[in-house]
């Protein structure tokens, strides 16, 4: 069996432990800075941490050598058993960054076409071997990690399968493979002037197959946004054979076989490939920033500019401590984010509407661009506000929600508990929902750390409701805080469904948000995914735990029922 890694010395792979490259890690400075920073913030002498070195990392050996038609495309190596380890939520982060790898998966298989992903799936059966689809690695859900129970665990790694295979530009479709990421998508899409136009926070390191089987949600916060809108049509490889609906634009015929995929988080099989629907390049764009004395004016100013129709590609809310965090303002005001775009049409009218209904919502304009010309050489760009070498606050938001993942490395080693959580709720239940969650999270956050900050931003919204997304921060004690954690994240779930939210608006259910998903679904529901689930795997060893429990009875490997 091969000893191969992912990445060959000298390339630039993916950190094992950091979000991206091994060559955007944070180096000892960055560390430092950081500590420096969180001292100032906090009132305490932090000292920084030290990341995790792989040489001195002492896995777990595998205890299954994969064998047969599959030995040449899998690896036992450190590297890649440490990297499909895990995901990239805070427990995840934490556990990396202290070097805790105490279950790592046996083996990866990395197969470079279907008919391989089909031979990982007998060899696995043949010897009772768990399989866990694995895209990108960015769960923030624990969607990835092996089950603790489990005795023997293949990651199947799905990043080999990354090409276009066709593209319908009378129909805009394309036939893209599920380990394509996002940027090479986008970049294969480029020359034939189209686009996905679907961009998760993730984007960068995450795959059209992740997507799907999670319910993506991209950056744009109204219309086509959810991957759901996107998929034609779809295939996916199973223990039991092959799953592929029929493309066509819509269908009347019974319950859509892509919708039971959607969502599944890799509990049926392996998405292989997928049919989706494509546009062409926007060339005209506008954006705009105001300005509210509060985070209610600025969401009844979002509601009535969803309600109007209006659909702009952007309408993000931002409470006054996101907004003067991320957007550079002075934390006394909330900040409403617009954005249009188009490949065909000037977006000047529609921001004007948007605008007059921002600014009758008692707003002000402090921010605002556009670009009339569509990219035409020799036209003149729109705008009403004069032009400065400072970004105003719709860019430093922009800025600093594309480096945020990056940040994030920073803020490990030294006890700081920050962590986010997102949900949906209705526009009617909204504010009091707000002040509920606030406030269960801000009571958990003094009874464990002694206090904290919590700030909200909408990053959808809908006629019917927004997607608040909370982002909570504490200084806990260096080597427990995960059991902190725990007890702050346990109070947002229970305040979310207890205020009639979801427990989850784009991040999946995984392990970590089962508890919540279990009180959400309807338990006829979960029967019936449990027996869609024994038609295509039988024993139950594609990544179980997730979404659902195998029956008693089903006849499934034992030690499987989720923790």
């Known amino acids: 069996m091969t000893q191969k890694s992912q990445g060959a010395p000298g390339h630039d792979r993916r950190s094992f432990w950091a979000w991206g490259n091994e060559s955007t890690e944070p180096t000892a400075e960055g560390l430092r800075s950081a500590a420096r920073e969180m001292s100032k913030r906090f009132g305490v002498n932090l000292s920084p941490g030290r990341p995790p070195d792989l040489s001195a990392i002492s896995l777990r050996r595998p205890r299954i050598s994969p064998g047969g038609a599959i030995a040449g495309f899998c690896s036992t190596s450190a590297y890649d058993r440490a990297l499909h380890s895990y995901g990239h939520s805070f427990r995840d982060r934490v556990r990396k960054f202290r070097g805790e790898f105490s279950n790592p998966p046996d083996f990866v298989a990395y197969p470079n076409d279907e008919a391989e992903v089909a031979a990982v799936f007998d060899w696995c059966y043949a010897n009772d ?11 923030v859900v624990g969607g990835v990690e092996p089950p603790a129970e489990a005795g023997r665990v293949a990651t199947l790694d799905l990043t080999r399968l990354q090409r276009i295979l066709e593209i319908d530009s009378t129909s805009r479709a394309a036939r893209i493979q599920a380990g394509a990421l996002g940027p090479a998508i986008e970049a294969d899409l480029r020359p034939h002037g189209l686009t996905l136009r679907h961009f998760p926070q993730s984007f960068e390191f995450s795959t059209l197959g992740g997507w799907i089987v999670t319910r993506s949600a991209g950056h744009y916060a109204t219309n086509h946004t959810h991957i759901d809108d996107f998929v034609e049509s779809l295939r996916m490889v199973t223990p039991g054979g092959v799953w592929e609906s029929r493309r066509l634009p819509g269908s009347g015929a019974g319950p859509a076989p892509d919708r039971l995929v959607l969502g599944s988080e890799g509990i049926l099989g392996a998405v292989t ?4 629907r494509v546009q062409a390049r926007p060339r005209f764009r506008e954006a705009a920033g105001v300005v509210y004395s509060s985070l209610d004016a600025a969401a009844s100013a979002a509601r009535s500019i969803v309600q109007a129709k209006l659909w702009p590609a952007n309408c993000r809310v931002l409470d006054e401590g996101e907004a003067g965090t991320n957007a550079g303002m002075d934390g006394r005001q909330a900040l409403l984010v617009l954005g249009f775009e188009s490949a065909e049409l000037p977006q000047s009218g529609r921001m004007h509407e948007a605008l007059e209904i921002a600014v009758d919502s008692h707003g002000k304009v402090v921010e605002r661009s556009g670009d009339e010309s569509g990219g035409r050489p020799g036209a003149v760009a729109a705008g009403t506000l004069p032009a400065t070498q400072e970004p105003g606050p719709v860019e430093r938001w922009r800025q600093s929600f594309i480096r945020m993942p990056y940040d994030w490395n920073l803020l490990l080693g030294f006890g700081l508990i920050n962590d986010t959580f997102e949900t949906a709720v209705t526009w009617e239940r909204w504010p009091e929902f707000d002040r509920n969650v606030r406030s269960a999270v801000a009571k958990a956050l003094k009874d464990v750390c002694g206090g904290g900050t919590v700030t909200c931003r909408f990053t959808h919204v809908y006629p019917d409701g927004p997607a608040p997304y909370y982002t909570f921060t504490g200084l806990g004690r260096a080597g427990s805080e995960l059991e902190m954690w725990a007890e702050v994240k346990s109070a947002a779930s229970e305040a979310v469904i207890a205020g009639g939210g979801t427990i989850t608006h784009h991040h999946a259910v995984g392990r970590d948000h089962r508890p919540g998903y279990d009180a959400e679904r309807p338990e006829l529901f979960a029967q019936a995914l449990r027996a869609a689930k024994r038609a295509v795997d039988p024993r139950w060893l594609v990544n179980p735990g ?18």
């Open 129 to 139: 071997c768990v399989v866990i689809p694995f895209g990108g690695g960015s769960s």
């Open 273 to 276: 490939e997928a049919w989706v």
């Open 546 to 563: 997730v979404l659902v429990d195998a029956d008693p009875d089903s006849g499934a490997i034992a030690g499987f029922q989720n923790r």
